[in-house]
């Protein structure tokens, strides 16, 4: 199972972004999908998930400018970021809980390599 994400760039402060994430390779499915986000000398935090169901949840420093969907039959899971913020300059990784068929009953946390979001003007 492998996470490649892709969207990072440069951009300025009030401006919108997106970054994407795609689940490849040989699995059964995927629960929760989300992304985090770690800032220079910072720890890693969470951003924003998406259960399969839809179920959302957003960390209190995004919420009413980043929107998280998921495509299930593309196993993507997107990340819509609108007003950026300095301080939303960060990596930014995404994640899924996905079940295998090497071990169906233990689903695994993937991780993708991680996108750089700069806001700067």
């Known amino acids: 199972v492998q996470l490649q994400a892709s969207g990072g760039g440069l951009v300025q402060p009030g401006g919108f972004l997106s970054v994407s994430c795609v689940v490849s390779g040989r699995f059964i499915s995927i629960g929760v999908m989300g992304w985090h986000r770690q800032a220079p000398g910072k720890q890693r935090e969470l951003v924003a998930t998406i259960t399969d169901g839809g179920r959302l949840n957003y960390a209190d420093a995004v919420k009413g400018r980043f929107t998280i969907s998921r495509d299930n039959a593309k196993n993507t899971v997107t990340l819509h970021m609108n007003l950026l913020r300095l301080e939303d300059t960060a990596v930014y990784f995404c994640?899924?809980?996905?079940?295998?068929?090497?071990?169906?009953?233990?689903?695994?946390?993937?991780w993708g390599q991680g996108t750089l979001v700069t806001v700067s003007s």
């Open positions: 994640n899924a809980l996905v079940r295998t068929w090497d071990d169906p009953a233990r689903p695994l946390t993937y």
